[in-house]
């Protein structure tokens, strides 16, 4: 089945500490994305991708990184630099520039 | 005033009721509209691409309003399972990524 996962669902870490977020498509989309939702708030982009070896920050991207150095995978770094990192973090890949996109399960990421 | 804007809701309605949605945009390069569906604790999924014609896909209409910029989403004969939290999402040129927005809450009561 063709889809969009992410990995783990569920992913405790010390406050401090980075922690690399998964994210892999196998719908041979160029586009992908990551977003990160809080409770009772709306998705706000983080950092997007285009195309292989090259993406662009989103509006919220300070604290995160992220590499495309496959068409099928879009890690998502969370820095020690995040201020707040507790959320649940969403990627997405579209076909296009953008046309609908279509998300994996998401990561809830707790930071203690 | 955020890109794009929703009452949050929630709107609590009785099973087999029409409800309607509301969603408002600022900027007036968006080109492409949708709506997302998403249940607590889960991942947006599409629900509808909005066209300026307006659109139809079984219970669910959706309409474009260019001049006033903004987008409706119309549910007709609600079920238990409409319950969820509705997101409007647009796309504007020049933006390579799609803006949501908060979400309207929706809770069909039998």
């Known amino acids: 089945d063709g889809g969009i996962t992410q990995s783990p669902k569920y992913l405790f870490r010390k406050e401090g500490q980075n922690v690399t977020l998964s994210c892999e498509q196998n719908l041979n989309h160029d586009a992908m994305y990551w977003y990160r939702q809080d409770p009772g708030q709306g998705l706000r982009l983080i950092y997007y991708s285009q195309i292989v070896n090259d993406f662009q920050k989103g509006d919220i991207a300070e604290g995160y990184s992220v590499s495309r150095e496959k068409k099928e995978s879009f890690p998502l770094t969370v820095t020690s630099a995040q201020k707040n990192p507790t959320a649940f973090y969403l990627c997405?890949?579209?076909?296009?520039?953008?046309?609908?996109?279509?998300f994996g399960q998401g990561t809830r990421l707790t930071v203690v | 005033r955020k890109e794009v804007e929703q009452d949050p809701g929630p709107f609590n309605v009785p099973e087999g009721a029409t409800v309607a949605f509301n969603c408002t945009y600022s900027?007036?390069?968006?080109?492409?509209f949708f709506w997302y569906r998403q249940d607590c604790r889960k991942e947006p999924k599409l629900l509808m691409s909005?066209?300026?014609s307006g659109n139809e896909d079984g219970r669910f209409t959706a309409q474009l309003n260019r001049a006033s910029q903004y987008i409706s989403l119309l549910i007709r004969d609600s079920k238990l399972s409409d319950s969820a939290t509705y997101l409007c999402v647009v796309n504007w040129t020049g933006r390579r990524a799609l803006t949501f927005g908060s979400g309207t809450r929706l809770q069909v009561q039998p």
């Open positions: 909005v066209y300026s």
């Open positions: 997405a890949s579209s076909a296009g520039s953008p046309t609908e996109a279509f």
């Open positions: 900027n007036s390069a968006s080109q492409s």
